[in-house]
């Protein structure tokens, strides 16, 4: 499987506008910009893109892995937030909240640390990474 996105870019790094559009067309010439990246400007930015890819990933995984040991999620709920540091994403950190019928917090934590080591996002990152997991 491969999937692809483009970037458009116009201009300097910093007076400059581009866009962002991925192969389902779910972003499809979406805005991005210096303002975008570095202060509130409207549009996305990549440390944001890296964020959701990483939540959705790590989330997805987890469900795999709760799924493989018996127990269904109710519900799963990660955040993610980048770090991004002289020119260098430095950590990725999640923060999960999960309710899972069932589950001692042991079994839990253990699916957790294996969704952190192994849902592909993780696998790609040569940087820190952190997951902070509530069961409710």
């Given at each position: 499987m491969?999937?692809?996105?483009?970037?458009?870019?116009q201009g300097t790094g910093k007076?400059?506008?581009?866009?962002?559009?991925?192969?389902?067309t779910i972003l499809n010439k979406t805005q991005y910009s210096f303002n975008s990246r570095f202060a509130e400007g409207i549009g996305t930015n990549p440390e944001e893109l890296v964020a959701a890819a990483h939540a959705g990933c790590f989330t997805?995984?987890?469900?795999?892995?709760?799924?493989?040991?018996?127990f269904t999620p109710?519900?799963?709920?990660?955040?993610?937030?980048?770090?991004?540091d002289n020119g260098a994403i430095t950590n990725s950190h999640l923060v999960l909240s999960a309710t899972v019928p069932?589950?001692?917090?042991?079994?839990?934590?253990?699916?957790?640390?294996?969704a952190e080591a192994n849902c592909p996002i993780?696998?790609?990152?040569?940087?820190?990474i952190s997951v902070e997991a509530t069961l409710l």
């Open positions: 491969k999937r692809n996105a483009t970037a458009v870019w007076e400059g506008t581009g866009h962002l559009t991925t192969q389902s997805m995984k987890l469900s795999f892995n709760l799924s493989g040991a018996g109710e519900n799963l709920e990660t955040k993610c937030e980048i770090t991004l069932g589950i001692s917090k042991e079994k839990f934590d253990e699916l957790v640390a294996d993780s696998k790609l990152y040569n940087t820190s």
